[in-house]
């Protein structure tokens, strides 16, 4: 299967700082990029659509001044926390979708996931 | 109504027993179903895709009802290595995105 990779793996930082985690696809190109969060004991709350080259689509709620993603290259998608407080500590995980024959069952690869701890 | 909504959970069951997990989801113009497992601070493995006629993979069976918008997944003969959480996914978002039920969490016991 496609491999999706993120970095950092976790992350421990202190109020009002920024951190930037990565987000590859490594063995195929993906047009669009998914970033997820999760909360302890949640479902998967969908932060923003990636689009390859436009701008992300966020979803309500999420600001987007202070989750910044960048989609420079079909396999590189990047978001960044600004401005870091305690309540945005939580498990960030982004999937790229690998364009398919049939567009309505394109699959989605996740990566790792990056633990953010805010103190 | 939430998106996906799922049987909350937990189910604790022995080795050996057969588990049900039920999801119903409110976008009827939804065209992809699916089972994810996820491990305590892991990410989302796929599990299997749901297609209209039912399909079978080993020890899981998984069926959708688009008229009741009802999709369910059967594990048979449990093993210790089922324990996870089970989370129904729907293809459905304005773009394209997965939505995600809360998850139901399996603990399999000797």
């Known amino acids: 299967g496609a491999v999706v990779s993120q970095h950092p793996s976790w992350v421990i930082c202190k109020s009002g700082t920024s951190v930037k985690i990565e987000c590859r696809s490594l063995?195929?190109?993906?047009?669009?990029m998914f970033w997820y969060r999760q909360f302890p004991k949640q479902s998967l709350m969908l932060m923003a659509t990636?689009?390859?080259?436009?701008?992300?689509?966020?979803e309500q709620g999420v600001e987007k001044d202070k989750f910044l993603i960048n989609h420079a290259s079909l396999t590189l998608s990047t978001l960044t926390v600004t401005s870091a407080h305690p309540e945005d500590s939580s498990f960030y995980i982004c999937s790229a979708r690998r364009q398919g024959v049939l567009t309505l069952y394109n699959e989605q690869f996740f990566g790792p996931g990056t633990r953010l701890t805010v103190l | 109504r939430k998106e996906v909504e799922q049987d909350p959970g937990p189910f604790n069951v022995p080795e050996g027993a057969t588990v049900a997990f039920n999801c119903t989801y409110s976008n009827s113009a939804s065209q992809s179903f699916f089972w994810y497992r996820q491990d305590c601070r892991k990410e989302p493995k796929l599990l299997m895709s749901v297609y209209s006629s039912g399909n079978e993979d080993g020890r899981f069976t998984a069926q959708l009802n688009r008229a009741s918008q009802y999709i369910s997944l059967l594990i048979r003969d449990s093993k210790l290595s089922d324990s996870a959480t089970y989370l129904c996914v729907v293809n459905g978002g304005s773009q394209g995105n997965l939505i995600f039920g809360k998850g139901t969490k399996l603990s399999v016991k000797p």
């Open positions: 063995d195929f190109q993906a047009t669009t």
């Open positions: 990636s689009n390859e080259g436009s701008k992300a689509t966020y």
